[in-house]
Every structure is written in C-alpha cells, then in structure tokens.
C-alpha cells in the first residue's frame, strides 16, 4: 500500500519568497510521484511527475521537484513567489504495477503581497 | 479535445434520496476513479475501476455505488445510506501503469453535493 504525508495544512509565503512544501510517501514498489494543484471549486491540475530517470524533475510555473530515494521525498520548490501562486497543492503515490492513487491532505498556500 | 466531464457542476439533494453523479472520459483511458473532499481531508478514493464491468472499493466506499458498464463511463451514486454527503467530489482517468507514458490520473471539474 501507499502512502502520503504532507505536514502542515497552511503556508502563507511573501510574494518574491521561496515556496517549500514538503512530501514524504511510503510504498513498497517504486514509486510514481506527483504534485497537483488545485485552484478554488475547480479539478486538480498536474504540476509535475516522476516516474524515472532524472531525479529532479520541472513542472508548469516555474515548479520544481526532487526525487530523493534515502529520504523518501518528494519536496516542490518555487524560487520565487507570485500571487497567482496561491492555490492548494497535494502531493499523490502511485506504485508501480498499482493503479491505486493515494494524496497527501494538501497544503494551502496563500501569498502574501 | 480530450477530457474528463463531470456533471452536474453543482446539485442539491434532499435528505433520504440517492442522486447519481455523472463522470463521462474521451481519453481512452482504462482506469477511472471517484475521491470524495472535505476541507482539511485532502482526497479519499471511494471507488476505482480498472476494467469494464469490474471495480474495486477504496477507503470510504459505504454509502455509495458505481457502475463500469462503458469504457468511457464511470457514475457514481450517492445513496441515502450516506450520512453526511454534502462534499466536492471528483472524478479521474488514468492509463494502467505499465502502459503508455502517461501515468499521471486527469480529473474533471468537479460535482458540488449539497443536501438540503
């Protein structure tokens, strides 16, 4: 089975500030990785995935992602904070030969000006 | 162009009745799947399927039904069993992993259920 956390349910961040959130998954199979985000009464749109290969992996809007094995993370950084950054974000697991999809609870971010 | 529908967007349903929630696909795509969300819960799977005519319960499933009669269709039933229904739900696709290069699930927009 799979697993996600994502700790901490809310993260204000100044515009032009680095935005950080954290994903630590648990899976008994290699891992598909994933990082959603999800804009107010709308569907979730991918940011990002990883399924092989390069570890550090480059999404829409200037996201970004990386892979780490030993630490069982799949943290997304943005550099740089814009208002049009504020949304929720979920982090997903999916296993390899599973099509189960497990999500973290998200993480709400709101960007302050 | 190539998506997920859900409709209604929005629907209201009076307590004791079951209401039906519409998710049509055109990618394809083997695997559909209904997540139920709550503020502060993230997304929990409540039913999946992976084949026509076969599906499988996810972690909340008492409540509710599916039906895989089609490839392209996977409607999920709220019943009156359900007791707290009001939620965002939402539907998704996705190839079966092995297959294809896109292994990432595409959702719909969504189906607001209020009861009232």
């Known amino acids: 089975a799979q697993s996600v956390t994502q700790l901490g349910s809310h993260l204000s961040v100044s515009e032009g500030a680095l935005v950080l959130l954290r994903c630590n998954y648990s899976?008994?199979?290699?891992?598909?990785l994933f990082w959603y985000v999800q804009y107010p009464n709308q569907g979730l749109q991918l940011l990002l995935k990883?399924?092989?290969?390069?570890?550090l992996v480059k999404g829409i809007n200037g996201f970004e992602a990386e892979f780490k094995k030993s630490e069982t993370s799949f943290h997304l950084t943005k550099p740089s904070a814009h208002m049009s950054d504020a949304a929720e974000y979920f982090c997903?697991?999916?296993?390899?030969?599973?099509?189960?999809?497990?999500f973290g609870k998200g993480n709400q971010v709101v960007v302050i000006p | 162009d190539g998506g997920i529908t859900q409709s209604p967007k929005y629907l209201f349903r009076k307590e004791g009745q079951n209401v039906t929630l519409s998710c049509e696909q055109n990618?394809?795509?083997?695997?559909m799947y209904w997540y139920r969300q709550d503020p502060g819960q993230g997304l929990r799977l409540i039913y999946y399927s992976q084949i026509v005519n076969d599906f499988q319960k996810g972690d909340i499933a008492e409540g509710y039904s599916v039906s895989r009669e089609k490839k392209e269709s996977f409607p999920l039933t709220v019943t009156s069993a359900q007791k707290n229904p009001t939620a965002f739900y939402l539907c998704?696709?996705?190839?079966?992993?092995?297959?294809?290069?896109?292994?990432?699930?595409?959702f719909g927009q969504g189906t607001r259920l209020t009861v009232v």
């Open positions: 990883y399924t092989t290969g390069a570890t």
């Open positions: 990618l394809n795509h083997d695997a």
């Open positions: 899976s008994s199979v290699p891992p598909y």
């Open positions: 997903a697991v999916r296993g390899y030969g599973n099509n189960r999809l497990a």
């Open positions: 998704a696709s996705s190839t079966l992993t092995g297959q294809g290069k896109d292994t990432e699930a595409f």
